[in-house]
């Protein structure tokens, strides 16, 4: 800037600053809050935002706190993006928890060493027997003493076989903030969104 009085010339500068930035924010229409049962997922809509002289890469991390087991997930659709000049881009953030799972296991039937082969040889043996002797009345008797036999034997296997169940919690009830990190070389930004689990 240049500034004269008579014969004089003055002249100083003036700094211009301009701003090399952009925003994170939640899209139109999109919550930060959501409520869920255990098990859901939550879906969080978020638009990055360039300043006119900002173009580049942003990256994108999401955090849980507090720290549960099993813990909320959270996942950006993409690990990063591209701002252009005066640009914008919408980026979606899912938020997942655990449903509690109950399985039952039922025991299985162990027959002691070498039984298998033995009872299979016996069936073998009177199968042949029957074979020969299919006319004779005392082979009926017979079909039920086989038969009593291999169930001593599987009654015999079956120790400690008892019926377990197994359970595996799913993410507690309770509050939830999930942090959204966007990072593009020294410029950071964070947006928080919260879950609730019921």
Known sequence: MYAT????????????????????????????????????????????????????TVNLSCAITPVVTPAPTCTPSSSSVQ?????????SVTVGTTAPVTTSNVPNVLLPRGVMPLAF???LIVSGWFWLCRRKRWSVVLSP?????????????????????????GTPAGTYTATVMA????????????????
């Open 5 to 56: 009085s008579g014969s004089n010339v003055y002249v100083a500068g003036v700094a211009l600053a301009i701003s090399s930035d952009f925003t994170i924010g939640a899209a139109s229409g999109s919550q930060t809050s959501q409520k869920v049962n255990a098990g859901a997922t939550a879906n969080f809509s978020l638009v990055l935002a360039a300043a006119p002289s900002f173009s580049g």
């Open 145 to 169: 003493v086989l038969l009593a036999v291999l169930v001593v034997f599987v009654s015999c296997g079956g120790n400690g076989g008892e019926k377990t169940t197994d359970s595996s919690p």
């Open 183 to 198: 990072t593009s070389g020294s410029i950071s930004h964070q947006m928080t969104l919260q879950l609730v689990v019921q």
């Open 83 to 91: 701002l252009s000049s005066g640009g914008s881009q919408q980026v």
């Open 121 to 123: 040889t016996m069936m």
